[in-house]
């Protein structure tokens, strides 16, 4: 059964910590991309990924970092910099960097108190 | 500095009626134009897409129509049903963003639509 897998659903973390949210695709698709859902502001573009070891700057990258060290992972960490971090956040990939159909996972929701 | 407006912000329809959600850009460079479904606690999925090309596009009770000069586009749901009830996303893609040869997706803002039974 393909898809992308998300862990943890629910996650909390006190101010000040670093929290690494997991990302797994059983798809083979190359790209992989991170996003933040915040209500009324859409979807906002965190980091890509094309293929391994290599990843850009979304729109909104400040406090957060990547990793694409295998093609199946992309996990994110939010980082302590990162000034307002509670949010949904949600992994997607597709087969290609063309960014045509993108898969979502069932998201992460974090909270930083 | 959002690039894809999308309105209303909610949306109430009763069961067999038309809901209709419009979104609107600016950048020209915009060549696809998908439109995400997203279920509560849930990730969205790709429900429907157009290219510019075309004005118009239809998929069981779901249509999109496209304005190329206004740069507008919209979401028609005809006989729309309570298993309708979701939030719905638009966006458009930009290839070549950031000097890069990737495709990049921009989403709108989301319209929360409830059908009522």
């Known amino acids: 059964d393909g898809g992308i897998t998300q862990s943890p659903k629910y996650l909390f973390r006190k101010e000040g910590q670093n929290v690494t949210l997991s990302c797994e695709q059983n798809l083979n698709h190359d790209a992989m991309y991170w996003y933040r859902q915040d209500p009324g502001q859409g979807l906002r573009l965190i980091y890509y990924s094309q293929i391994v070891n290599d990843f850009q700057k979304g729109d909104i990258a400040e406090g957060y970092s990547v990793s694409r060290e295998k093609k199946e992972s992309f996990p994110l960490t939010v980082t302590s910099a990162q000034k307002n971090p509670t949010a949904f956040y949600l992994c997607?990939?597709?087969?290609?960097?063309?960014?045509?159909?993108?898969?979502f996972g069932p998201g992460t929701r974090l909270t930083v108190t | 500095q959002q690039q894809v407006k999308q309105s209303p912000q909610s949306l109430i329809v009763q069961k067999g009626g038309i809901s209709i959600i419009n979104c609107a850009y600016e950048?020209?460079?915009?060549?696809?134009f998908p439109w995400y479904q997203q279920f509560p606690g849930k990730g969205p999925a790709l429900l429907i897409a157009i290219r510019p090309d075309v004005s118009e596009k239809k998929e069981g009770r779901f249509t999109i129509s496209f304005n190329k000069s206004a740069k507008q586009f919209s979401l028609h749901i005809m006989d729309s049903q309570p298993g309708d009830s979701a939030t719905y996303f638009c966006a458009a893609r930009q290839l070549g963003a950031g000097g890069t040869s990737y495709g990049k997706l921009t989403f709108g803002q989301g319209t929360i639509l409830t059908v009522h039974p």
């Open positions: 950048n020209t460079a915009f060549d696809y």
């Open positions: 997607a990939s597709s087969i290609s960097n063309l960014a045509y159909e993108q898969y």
